[in-house]
């Protein structure tokens, strides 16, 4: 019955709409002289010509539209980095985006939870709103077999183990340096593990998934100038 009300209600302030003309006062005149005769509260007459007069499809959460039709400050997840490619980025629980500047040109600049600015193509795809679960890291677990149920296997500390089994193992007490006789932290096969690159050379560029913060591009340009000037002089 509840249901039925708010239908006809919305129904009959819609007709009524369109019959005046659109100015201000003729609107405030409708709401105004408007019958409670359908809606029993105002409350409810209230809620219901804010939805009605004020409500934007930009603006509703889980819609799914490039970023040229978003605003300025929107939050967005499950953003495509090329456009028809599919949802990429921030789509771990919890996590948004948030568009820094208005859409209008070919590109949008997103600020990624990371907190990296990143330019995308207007036309890449996005989902407003945040993800749900945000209270998914804070989990704790009750058991060690709760992890088993995850895929992840328990780790052990390569000095807990025998020196058949890793470097570091073996020796009296706690001590890494006496069963492995002082060598560098090593891998169970054998290889050190604190130096050379550990990490691949992040990419970047116009629409890479990577581009450093502003503070580092600015000491960058500010050195680049620097060497030009040196070398002109």
């Known amino acids: 019955m509840s249901l039925w009300r708010a239908r006809a209600a919305a129904s009959s302030v819609l007709n009524r709409l369109l019959q005046h003309s659109s100015s201000h006062s003729s609107i405030n005149n409708v709401l105004r002289n408007f019958s409670t005769d359908v809606a029993d ?26 970023l040229a039709s978003m605003r300025i400050g929107t939050l967005i997840h499950n953003i495509e980095v090329n456009p028809g490619q599919g949802g990429k980025l921030v789509r771990a629980a919890g996590t948004c985006a948030k568009i820094l500047k208005e859409p209008t040109s070919k ?26 679960n945000a209270t998914h890291n804070s989990r704790k677990l009750r058991k060690a077999g709760q992890s088993r149920w995850l895929g992840r296997r328990p780790v052990v500390r390569g000095v807990a183990m025998n020196p058949v089994d890793h470097p570091h193992g ?7 340096s006496s069963g492995s006789f002082g060598r560098v932290s090593q891998t169970p096969w054998g ?43």
């Open 107 to 132: 590109e949008c600049l997103v600020k990624l939870p990371s907190g990296v600015e990143k330019m995308f193509n207007s036309q890449c795809r996005a989902t407003i709103g945040r993800v749900s």
């Open 191 to 233: 290889k050190p593990t604190k130096c050379g690159r550990n990490q691949e050379k992040k990419r970047s560029g116009k629409f890479g998934l990577y581009q450093a913060p502003k503070n580092k591009q600015k000491k960058a340009k500010k050195y680049k100038d620097r060497k030009q000037d040196a070398a002109s002089n």
């Open 170 to 176: 073996g020796g009296e007490g706690r001590s890494k």
């Open 41 to 66: 509260t105002p409350t409810l007459r209230d809620k219901m010509m804010k939805q009605m007069v004020h409500l934007d499809i930009n603006a509703q959460v889980g819609s799914c539209m490039p």
